[in-house]
């Protein structure tokens, strides 16, 4: 029942809602500003985590893009685009993983305490672009891709902060590897999930 609602005339007449772009744009110019942030502290700190909610914002970056390019087509593009950040949301959650396995035989106990002033920030950010985005969670595919890959984010976000204080409290390196391995996971099951709804509209199209 849920499903067939997400595809329902909310999300119809969201699509040339002048709110909804602006706030596309917000979460745009926010994710590519803490992508930067997030990169150098992240190789700064040496935290395997850092570094993949980093590549993170930019993926998500790339995806507000898309969903802006988007937003006026036909729901049959509209599902293609979906699919398409599917693919990269997969993708990162595989990158991911394998880094996180990398580290976990080569890695060095990461700086906690930049971890985790870097974490707060990113989660304030993704908390403020879940916020603005909430009313549109249940649009179609590429709408609800974008409300998955910021409810992800902030989720992620404190799982770097508890990291962080993983981190401090054993002075070992596996807290921070152990939540880059579950963002890999949530990357990845969010990818199902857009992948699933995504197909269900372009058979309906």
């Not at 508890?162 to 054993?170: E, Q, R, S």
Request: proline residues 1%.
């Amino acid at each position: 029942m849920a499903d067939s609602c997400c595809a329902g005339a909310s999300g119809k007449t969201a699509l040339n809602d002048p709110r909804w772009r602006r706030i596309l744009w917000i979460a745009l110019l926010i994710n590519a500003a803490m992508f930067g942030v997030e990169i150098v502290a992240g190789v700064a700190a040496d935290s395997r985590a850092l570094q993949a909610d980093a590549l993170d914002f930019l993926g998500d970056s790339a995806n507000y893009a898309i969903s802006l390019g988007v937003a006026g087509m036909a729901l049959a593009w509209r599902a293609r685009a979906a699919l398409l950040k599917a693919a990269t949301m997969l993708v990162f959650g595989l990158w991911v993983f394998g880094s996180a396995t990398w580290g976990f035989f080569s890695g060095t106990a990461p700086h906690a305490e930049t971890m985790g002033l870097i974490g707060a920030l990113a989660l304030a950010a993704n908390v403020a672009v879940a916020l603005m985005l909430y009313r549109y969670r249940t649009g179609d595919a590429n709408m609800r891709s974008v409300w998955i890959c910021s409810r992800n984010d902030a989720i992620g976000n404190v799982a770097v902060m508890g990291a962080a204080l993983g981190v401090f409290g054993t002075g070992q390196g596996w807290p921070d590897l152990l939540v880059a391995a579950i963002m890999a996971g949530l990357a990845i099951w969010g990818s199902i999930d857009v992948f699933r709804h995504a197909r269900g509209e372009l058979s309906a199209a």
